[in-house]
């Protein structure tokens, strides 16, 4: 639905936008709290102790997050950071995301095939280091004395302790710092509870960024170390209470990108070509995924968990386009562009250093005219958009790994520096099934818009699909292929480039025909795009320093963050919107038929169920994708519930944060124990998260 | 694929664009032809003579153009002119569309069930009579005496003689102009050839919009008169030569809509709102519509159809947006309304009635936020986009027809006046045949599209869904009705409102049920969004006419108009693109792999065939869709051609015309006649057209 803001909101919202960030605004990192805003709002100061705390009992799960609830490892998050692992332990046979998944004892805890648990442990400062590294550099020594510096970074960080240990160069501020953090890696979860979909996901696409709300969004893994339970010493007990309306409450969590700090350039970049080219493909694959589904049960399964995230994101990406329409949402951007760049003339006289910043916004937007020129080139050969199968991903994997490995570490592509190379080989060797029918579906769509994108005489195209059709193409490729096996795989992988010259797999054939051209297209949008962005980005975020002073917190980045706010409802066109739901609430919400429909577990425990308990609730925390299964606690760092989406409102936040009207959605801790009580009767689970 | 200009032509088109058409630029009415431009240019004056042959021999099929080509009433129009009523005529059993059609003689040509040509007889100007029976009005008053008037003067035109004899009000100049159309009906018209689908649409989706190109979109019908190919004394012979590069060339046909003389506000509005919905809705259904043709043979011809318009149309609104996305346009179209404001203001003085005009601007303004508030409302409820099936909108006319032909003639909607009953009893006496499983897909679709736009707690989407889901309501509705029975539905019709509220068909009941909501929400669209533009563009229009003169067309309004241009190519980023294909081309484009397969009798008849002869071909002439079927004339009116697409930078034609890249694309007239005697061996009908 397009995020239509009423007319009331944009006269707020200019008059709250601000870099300067204001009331709950801001996702801030573990070093740099706004204990002044919380202090001065909620008479509340977190001590070192307490964050200390807070950080080691927050989870990352890539692309999710997460948090430890218990000493022996048990850690929660939302159903839809897991559907992944239900669909890759299920089967024909058994569908663990229809019927859910309950166990009682340790035994009987699956694991995940790729999941990786991974938590925060140290932050160091090392801008001083990458600057040193990059200083007087342009274009590709830039880029590349950037690589060089990540992967021995890195590398040092990670030492001898590769199993155990994680760690990355994490860029703020758009390059006005970076940090280098180190993890603890658990790469042994299991699976321990999973509702229905059909609670989880209860009212579906249609509910998704609605509110009211009644779904169940929660499950719980545990991390093992050496087989057994991973003992841990920072977790966040459940709330004998749960939140009520009002109360202070934070998430950590770790949200995956925002583009506040964009310049303006780069915000009609995204509004004129990136939004735009998604939305277009991903409705359509949603239309191809839709009427597959349709074909039978299996294919349900199957496509199941690519469409609820297809649905999810093209939600978003449709209210980000309707947030960067929107005239009052540019105009604040260029007001506040101005002010940045008057300040930085008028700072030139006594800064000479500051002169090369002068010129930093035309440097990115002769980049973004770059980009745009060279978007559909690069996304169709090096971006990946034409080969949408996980047979393509693991063969450049394989033959990328094989040219890149024998390289010293500093001179390979990123994704291959030795501290990232554990992560590349759990995907070679990840057990998970691939299932060539449904691989076929998606490779032909993705063929289909390669040469709608480059025309039918692109000299790419004609060497992509010669005389064929992208069905027979995706047929004749998929039909050959050995890469769903991985004992196949780990076999080529541990072979070298004149090994994988060999091969006849029909992927590592097509990966190594369009390598170079793959690799010459990446080259070029490096040096001529990333590196000038980047470059200019960091003299932009400087100046943003100079001009701000500290109290500005950086884009989301993937990495851990507090966001702090308040339990509470907002006016939706002048209606209050109530901050909590019941499990009444999604009796009567229940329609029986999907995504209405309560699963029978639901119906059969109605009589048991406090129907009066709470169980979602809205907040003024400021969050986005990635914070999803952010645990959601009070000022005790005691669970209070589990953020798992935002309101409508919330699409938009991506740009700028609006107090008044953009929320976090989350499942109450009340609610989850009631479930897990009266309805899914997990006695021995219910106990452990009482502590008792 | 997004029309991405080169920045040159940003350079070129802010030079040339003005409102005051330059060169090739225009779709002029046959009675204010440039004829300066055509003198200058091309040392060309037609006399009253031609004009007045060329407008007789032109027609119009309602959405596309096309010519009479002998005097026995033969007409030529695009392949996917009569695509439909291929469709129509086909069954499980035989498939026109796939196998083409030749018929040898009279009696073996097949009648089409709905479709209908008009020839344009007659233009009387009555804006003076419209603006009298507005004056002074606004909103409510000043729609309903337009339509009083409208229907007054459509009435009084066709008098007794409504089966040969169709009228309209023209709208001109948004309003600057009114003028009533006269037509003579040809209301049997008969199939007489059609290639086969893979020849008239070679290369398929990935050409369309493209060039060069090797389509033959061609066929011929014939209008009958009391059962007899219809005598004509006007119609355009064949040229004995065809075109070669750099001569003048003619479109005579019916532009559909462009959107050239908006206001800049109701261009925002089309971008922000009404092209986005259209993507995301269009692109979805593609996909939608992809997987199910791959259900089988059956399937595939029934949503084959549905799928060429809908992808001809998804690209046409992707370049539109292209277009208005890209900051050149606007700065020109805010230029250009800034100077006539200008203009506007200055006049005043001497001019007092200009005084109303100097708000004209922002009362639309105003009225488009109306709309931007009202558009999910609107197009859901009233605008029929959730319920995309051919039995609703047959219910829908079959309620309000008994609602409407009560009431006196002024007074009614303005679809059901006296002068509209025939072609609306067309429509419901329609022997076309209606496919209930693929009715179902596209239901349920727009019905969940619905639910999606208005929220699943909408009072409307509650009514219509009630506790069902999508599926299951097109399903119930679909398998109880009896709209698919053309008898069924005479008999409704023949009945009045009080045995219409006996029926219970299930569509019937549907539309009686959500009516009263649905015209009170397009009775507010039109009085406060509708009326109030309509008046203020009207005090546009005259203000522009007082600027500039005469020498302006009007935007394209779905009527004849005439345009000119020459044969002849364009440079491609730097690169020349030559004017002409041949056969020779189709044959090294085929791969055998749809859409690149050249039929079986194409591959057979390869010998016999001029390879050298000249196939499609690209002219200069100004053109939009609704011009597919026009013929191309030269100076002597003879058929050089068939115009049937435009190249990727005729997207941009909505708003200006850039004549340094803007294209039409035809088949050559000698294409088409070696296509005729050595592929199709169609000897009857070459004789007829070389007038034999």
Same mark, same amino acid.
């Given at each position: 639905? @397009?995020?239509?803001?009423?007319?009331?909101?944009?006269?707020?919202?200019?008059?709250?936008?601000?870099?300067?960030?204001?009331?709950?605004?801001?996702?801030?990192?573990?070093?740099?709290?706004?204990?002044?805003?919380? #202090?001065?709002?909620?008479?509340?100061?977190?001590?070192?102790?307490?964050?200390?705390?807070?950080?080691?009992?927050?989870?990352?799960?890539?692309?999710?997050?997460?948090?430890?609830?218990?000493?022996?490892? !048990?850690?929660?998050?939302?159903?839809?950071?897991?559907?992944?692992?239900?669909?890759?332990?299920?089967?024909?046979?058994?569908?663990?995301? &229809?019927?859910? $998944?309950?166990?009682?004892?340790?035994?009987?805890?699956?694991?995940?095939?790729?999941? +990786?648990?991974?938590?925060?442990?140290?932050?160091?400062?090392?801008?001083?280091?990458?600057?040193?590294?990059?200083?007087?550099?342009?274009?590709?020594?830039?880029?590349?004395?950037? *690589?060089?510096?990540?992967?021995?970074?890195?590398?040092?960080?990670?030492?001898?302790?590769?199993?155990?240990?994680?760690?990355?160069?994490?860029?703020? =501020?758009?390059?006005?710092?970076?940090?280098?953090?180190? =993890?603890?890696? $658990?790469?042994?979860?299991?699976?321990?509870?999973?509702?229905?979909?059909?609670?989880?996901?209860?009212?579906?696409?249609?509910?998704?960024?609605?509110?009211?709300?009644?779904?169940?969004?929660?499950?719980?893994?545990?991390?093992?170390?050496?087989?057994?339970?991973?003992?841990?010493?920072?977790?966040?007990?459940?709330?004998?209470?749960?939140?009520?309306?009002?109360?202070?409450? $934070?998430?950590?969590?770790?949200?995956?990108? @925002?583009?506040?700090?964009?310049?303006?350039?780069? &915000?009609?970049?995204?509004?004129?070509?990136?939004?735009?080219?998604?939305?277009?493909?991903?409705?359509?694959?949603?239309?191809?995924?839709?009427?597959?589904?349709?074909?039978?049960?299996?294919?349900?399964?199957?496509?199941?968990?690519?469409?609820?995230?297809?649905?999810?994101?093209?939600?978003?990406?449709?209210?980000? %386009?309707?947030?960067?329409?929107?005239?009052?949402?540019?105009?604040?951007?260029?007001?506040?562009?101005?002010?940045?760049?008057?300040?930085?003339?008028?700072?030139?006289?006594?800064?000479?250093?500051?002169?090369?910043?002068?010129?930093? /916004?035309?440097?990115?937007?002769?980049?973004?005219?770059?980009?745009?020129?060279?978007?559909?080139?690069?996304?169709?050969?090096?971006?990946?958009?034409?080969?949408?199968?996980?047979?393509?991903? !693991?063969?450049?994997?394989?033959?990328?790994?094989?040219?890149?490995?024998?390289?010293?570490?500093?001179?390979?592509?990123?994704?291959?520096?030795?501290?990232?190379?554990?992560?590349?080989?759990?995907?070679?060797?990840?057990?998970?099934?691939?299932?060539?029918?449904?691989?076929?579906?998606?490779?032909?769509?993705? &063929?289909?818009?390669?040469?709608?994108? &480059?025309?039918?005489?692109?000299?790419?195209?004609?060497?992509?699909?010669?005389?064929?059709?992208?069905?027979?193409?995706?047929?004749?490729?998929?039909?050959?292929?050995?890469?769903?096996?991985?004992?196949?795989?780990?076999?080529? /992988?541990?072979?070298?480039?004149?090994?994988?010259?060999?091969?006849?797999?029909?992927?590592?054939?097509?990966?190594?025909?369009?390598?170079?051209?793959?690799?010459?297209?990446?080259?070029? =949008?490096?040096? +001529?795009?990333?590196?000038?962005?980047?470059?200019?980005?960091?003299?932009?975020?400087?100046?943003?320093?100079?001009?701000?002073?500290?109290?500005?917190?950086?884009?989301?980045?993937?990495?851990?963050?507090?966001?702090?706010?308040?339990?509470?409802?907002?006016? +939706?066109?002048?209606?209050?919107?109530?901050?909590?739901?019941?499990?009444?609430?999604?009796?009567?919400?229940?329609?029986?038929?999907?995504?209405?429909?309560?699963?029978?577990? /639901?119906?059969?425990?109605?009589?048991?169920?406090? %129907?009066?308990?709470?169980? *979602?609730?809205?907040?003024? *925390?400021?969050?986005?994708?990635?914070?999803?299964?952010?645990?959601?606690?009070?000022?005790?760092?005691?669970?209070?519930?589990?953020?798992?989406?935002?309101?409508?409102?919330?699409?938009?936040?991506?740009?700028?944060?609006?107090?008044?009207?953009?929320?976090?959605?989350?499942?109450?801790?009340?609610?989850?124990?009631?479930?897990?009580? *009266?309805?899914?009767?997990?006695?021995?689970?219910?106990?452990?998260?009482?502590? #008792?």
């Amino acid at each position: 639905m @397009t995020a239509r803001l009423p007319s009331l909101l944009f006269a707020s919202l200019l008059s709250v936008f601000s870099l300067n960030a204001q009331a709950e605004e801001g996702m801030w990192t573990f070093d740099n709290l706004p204990v002044d805003g919380l #202090k001065a709002n909620y008479q509340f100061t977190p001590d070192k102790v307490w964050v200390d705390h807070a950080m080691r009992a927050s989870v990352n799960l890539g692309g999710c997050s997460a948090s430890f609830i218990s000493p022996q490892g !048990l850690i929660m998050t939302n159903h839809h950071c897991v559907a992944g692992c239900l669909q890759q332990i299920s089967s024909a046979k058994k569908n663990y995301l &229809l019927d859910g $998944f309950l166990a009682r004892k340790n035994e009987d805890e699956m694991r995940c095939p790729v999941t +990786e648990a991974s938590r925060l442990e140290q932050i160091t400062d090392v801008t001083n280091v990458v600057n040193a590294a990059t200083k007087g550099l342009t274009g590709e020594a830039y880029k590349n004395a950037q *690589n060089a510096i990540d992967a021995k970074l890195t590398a040092d960080c990670v030492g001898d302790k590769a199993a155990t240990v994680r760690c990355s160069v994490v860029t703020l =501020y758009q390059g006005g710092q970076y940090h280098l953090y180190r =993890y603890h890696r $658990f790469s042994d979860v299991r699976l321990v509870w999973a509702p229905e979909e059909a609670a989880s996901d209860f009212g579906g696409d249609p509910d998704n960024f609605n509110y009211p709300r009644f779904g169940l969004d929660a499950s719980m893994l545990r991390a093992y170390e050496n087989g057994k339970p991973a003992m841990v010493k920072d977790f966040f007990p459940f709330s004998a209470d749960g939140a009520k309306a009002g109360d202070l409450v $934070f998430t950590s969590g770790n949200p995956g990108r @925002t583009n506040r700090l964009l310049t303006v350039s780069q &915000l009609e970049t995204l509004r004129d070509v990136g939004l735009i080219s998604r939305i277009r493909n991903g409705y359509e694959l949603r239309g191809n995924l839709t009427q597959y589904r349709k074909l039978g049960a299996e294919q349900a399964r199957l496509g199941s968990n690519d469409l609820f995230f297809l649905e999810n994101g093209l939600k978003v990406a449709t209210g980000e %386009l309707a947030a960067l329409q929107s005239p009052e949402l540019m105009t604040a951007k260029r007001r506040d562009e101005v002010s940045l760049q008057k300040f930085v003339a008028a700072s030139v006289a006594a800064k000479p250093a500051m002169k090369d910043t002068v010129g930093a /916004w035309d440097a990115i937007t002769k980049a973004q005219a770059v980009y745009r020129d060279m978007a559909r080139e690069y996304n169709a050969i090096e971006g990946g958009q034409s080969f949408s199968t996980r047979y393509f991903a !693991l063969a450049r994997t394989i033959v990328r790994g094989a040219d890149e490995r024998v390289k010293a570490n500093g001179d390979r592509l990123p994704e291959f520096s030795s501290a990232r190379l554990p992560l590349v080989e759990r995907q070679i060797s990840s057990p998970a099934p691939i299932y060539p029918e449904f691989e076929k579906l998606k490779l032909e769509f993705s &063929l289909t818009k390669m040469r709608e994108l &480059l025309g039918t005489d692109d000299p790419f195209v004609v060497k992509v699909l010669g005389k064929e059709s992208p069905e027979q193409v995706a047929k004749r490729l998929i039909d050959a292929t050995k890469l769903g096996d991985a004992a196949f795989r780990k076999s080529l /992988w541990a072979g070298d480039a004149a090994a994988i010259a060999q091969s006849d797999d029909p992927f590592i054939k097509l990966v190594r025909e369009i390598d170079a051209q793959a690799r010459a297209i990446r080259k070029r =949008y490096e040096n +001529e795009v990333t590196a000038v962005v980047q470059k200019n980005a960091e003299l932009i975020a400087r100046a943003r320093f100079a001009q701000l002073g500290s109290k500005v917190y950086p884009d989301a980045t993937g990495t851990l963050r507090l966001s702090y706010g308040r339990a509470d409802g907002w006016l +939706e066109r002048g209606k209050p919107v109530a901050p909590f739901t019941d499990f009444a609430g999604a009796f009567n919400r229940n329609t029986g038929a999907e995504p209405y429909a309560l699963p029978p577990a /639901w119906l059969a425990a109605k009589d048991k169920i406090n %129907l009066m308990q709470n169980y *979602n609730f809205v907040s003024t *925390n400021d969050i986005i994708g990635g914070n999803s299964g952010s645990p959601m606690i009070n000022r005790n760092a005691e669970i209070v519930g589990l953020a798992f989406d935002g309101n409508v409102h919330s699409h938009g936040g991506s740009f700028w944060f609006d107090p008044k009207l953009n929320r976090t959605i989350s499942v109450t801790s009340n609610g989850m124990r009631e479930a897990l009580k *009266n309805i899914y009767g997990a006695t021995e689970l219910l106990a452990e998260i009482n502590g #008792k």
